[in-house]
């Protein structure tokens, strides 16, 4: 046999993946491999492709091979396969990525270096999938170059909100049909190029009052004349209408469908019809609470401290040395606004301030913790016969 001559080595090199249709276009070759019925991603794609086309297909999984050395890649679709799995870093060689759909497959979550690599990446699209989970450290790398991240149509109740707040180029940003219940106050303030925002249909009682908001108004002002104006679409949420929600009603648009799932009072009315002056909050008021506690030293004390209030009041606890109380490896403060002390001293004897506080105020109450020294049952014993409050440290 002779020698393969180097014309047709180089002819094999840049075959054409068996299926696929290749085009040498304007000297960036494409690989279109659409709805072919693979079951994996074509080990024999030419690795100088700029574009690839995988829809359509039956592709279970990613693998590191599958885009390995694909340095030149900008354009690739992998919408509606059966998607199930990214192993970490196949992405790793796609610097030049600009636009990448996954949607319409069965990822559940993704984890810290599923999209590793993906520094140039414009266009994430990975609406239609299942996602329940999406690490930290996920668009890390991507955050800054993003400028539309479509997330619809998933099972997302957080989103890495830190990552989001880096997306500084971002331009859209679809996260409508989710379960997400909570947005961190100042996660868009930096996304001064975002002009579409769809909120759509998830468990959001509120949203955080934010300035690009202001460029959601119909007569907006242009106080930046770069800053587009903003779309923002909020229906579909159970909003609760408190006076933390004044700022949005304040804002000149009334061509939305919001209601307002809460107070009862205001159960389902139009959010735009109710008025300004019925967004109310209370104060707190503390409704349960330990008056007086009597513990052995070293034991446990678990003091109770209830409210009520709108919004729900958070609960603080200060020492009788006016130190603010935290977790730490001794005391813990419970969501419920129970402080637990694990192993009580002699320290922890004297007079407790539980603080409820709001929007609307904050209500305090006081609890006499009397530590008992573990040397005097017997005074322990008399004590819990009805004596009440000890007046000063005890020792036997
Ligand atoms: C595509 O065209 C360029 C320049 O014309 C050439 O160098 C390259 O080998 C071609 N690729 C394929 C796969 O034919
Ligand atoms: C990628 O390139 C490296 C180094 O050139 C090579 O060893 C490796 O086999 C290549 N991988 C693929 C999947 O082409
Ligand atoms: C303290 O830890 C408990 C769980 O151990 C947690 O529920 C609570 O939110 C923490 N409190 C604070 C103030 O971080
Ligand atoms: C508050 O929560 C803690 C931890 O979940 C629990 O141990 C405690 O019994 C709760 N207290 C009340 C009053 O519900």
Redesign the pocket.
């Known amino acids: 046999m002779a020698l393969v001559p180097p014309m047709v080595l180089l002819m094999i090199t840049h075959a054409c993946p068996k299926y696929c249709v290749c085009q040498n276009l304007s000297e960036s070759l494409g690989t279109l491999c659409p709805s072919k019925g693979l079951l994996f991603v074509p ?1 024999d794609i030419d ?1 100088s492709t700029v574009e690839l086309r995988l829809g359509g297909n039956y592709i279970l999984r990613i693998t590191q ?1 599958d885009f ?2 694909m340095t030149d890649l900008v354009d690739l679709t992998l919408s509606r396969n059966t998607i199930s799995y990214i192993q970490p870093f196949s992405f790793g ?1 796609l610097e030049t990525l600009r636009s990448l759909h996954l949607d319409n497959n069965r990822l559940m979550e993704l984890g810290p270096d599923d999209l590793r690599g993906l520094v140039n990446l414009q266009h994430l699209i990975m609406n239609n999938n299942q996602l329940g989970r999406i690490h930290d450290k996920a668009f890390e790398d991507l955050a800054p170059s993003l400028e539309d991240l479509d997330l619809s149509y998933n099972n997302l109740v957080s989103l890495p909100w830190d990552s989001v707040r880096q997306m500084i180029n971002l331009h859209q940003l679809s996260l409508d049909h989710n379960l997400l219940d909570f947005i961190p106050e100042g996660t868009f303030t930096d996304l001064e190029r975002l002009a579409r925002l769809d909120l759509t249909s998830n468990r959001l009682q509120k949203l955080p009052p934010d300035p690009i908001f202001a460029r959601a108004q119909d007569s907006m002002i242009l106080t930046t004349p770069y800053a587009p104006q903003l779309s923002l679409s909020l229906g579909g949420n159970p909003l609760h209408c408190n006076c933390e929600m004044l700022w949005l009603r304040r804002l000149e648009r009334d061509d939305d469908l919001e209601t307002c799932a809460s107070p009862p009072a205001l159960k389902g009315r139009y959010f735009w019809n109710v008025k300004e002056e019925e967004f109310l909050c209370q104060p707190p008021l503390i409704t349960q609470h330990t008056h007086r506690m009597l513990v052995l030293e070293g034991q446990t004390a678990s003091l109770r401290c209830e409210a009520t209030g709108d919004p729900s009041p958070t609960i603080h606890w200060i020492s009788p040395d006016d130190r603010l109380l935290g977790n730490t490896s001794r005391t813990a403060v419970y969501s419920n606004g129970t402080l637990s002390i694990t192993i009580t001293t002699s320290k922890d004897y004297g007079t407790f301030t539980c603080i409820a506080a709001n929007v609307a105020g904050e209500s305090t109450a006081s609890v006499e913790v009397s530590i008992i020294h573990v040397l005097c049952p017997a005074v322990f014993s008399l004590l819990f016969r009805g004596k009440g409050a000890l007046r000063s440290p005890l020792h036997c």
């Open positions: 080990l690795r091979q390995a050395n060689d």
